[in-house]
């Protein structure tokens, strides 16, 4: 099936460092969402995005509606350990109610 | 608990065998969406439904899957003679009417032997 890429796929980083991650499509996008699944769970929604050029927090997370539309980007600011986990972005197009996801960013907070 | 709740949470069968998974949305959600997830993968549509009616089946559901959601709240999620190819967690979501929000249960694990 179709899925957006994400960008890196996995990385390592010391706690306390600021975390980027993307998410890009050729398609156009209306709506952007960002999760974290943690192993055997499903995905938790972080934040929801609408419009191009939007810029959203929840506490560390900040998340950006890219403004080609085509794009978006999530942000991580002083990571702690229970950082850990994939982060998947999924992005829905205008005439439908399908989100698509993307392949996930691994991330791992070495203390 | 109001999140969505899906059943069984491990499910393992015979090459062959009929299982079906369970899904109770989030009750003033009226999108239910159904995923599938592989190992290193993120989740692939499956298909989704407004109320009662199933508005979008993915190319990936084949003849073997079934879904329903007959009076517009619970859906369930039939694979028949399955195969070690359906092996995967199957995520349920279900989504705000007002934004649009996609909220996931916890997943149904199903490995076929």
């Known amino acids: 099936g179709q899925q957006l890429n994400q960008s890196p796929q996995s990385m390592f980083i010391q706690e306390g460092e600021d975390v980027s991650m993307n998410c890009t499509s050729s398609s156009i996008f209306n709506t952007w969402l960002w999760y974290k699944q943690d192993p055997g769970e499903g995905p938790v929604l972080l934040i929801a995005l609408y419009k191009a050029g939007e810029l959203t927090s929840n506490g560390r997370l900040t998340a950006q509606f890219g403004i080609t539309r085509k794009d978006s980007f999530l942000n991580i600011s002083a990571s702690i350990p229970s950082d850990v986990g994939i982060y998947f972005c999924?992005?829905?197009?205008?005439?439908?109610?399908?989100?698509?996801f993307g392949t996930g960013t691994r991330l791992k907070v070495l203390a | 608990d109001t999140g969505v709740s899906q059943n069984p949470r491990h499910k393992i069968t015979k090459r062959g065998q009929n299982v079906t998974f369970r899904c109770d949305p989030i009750?003033?959600?009226?999108?239910l969406y159904w995923y599938r997830q592989t190992l290193g993968q993120g989740p692939e549509f499956l298909t989704y439904?407004?109320?009662?009616?199933?508005?979008?089946k993915s190319r990936l559901l084949s003849d073997r899957f079934s879904a329903e959601r007959p009076k517009g709240s619970f859906s369930t999620l039939e694979i028949q003679r399955t195969e070690q190819g359906d092996s995967a967690m199957y995520l349920c979501?279900?989504?705000?009417?007002?934004?649009?929000?996609?909220?996931f249960g916890e997943g149904s694990r199903l490995t076929v032997l």
């Open positions: 439904f407004q109320n009662e009616a199933q508005l979008e």
């Open positions: 009750s003033e959600h009226n999108r």
């Open positions: 979501a279900s989504s705000d009417r007002n934004t649009g929000e996609l909220f």
């Open positions: 999924a992005g829905l197009t205008s005439g439908t109610y399908k989100y698509i």
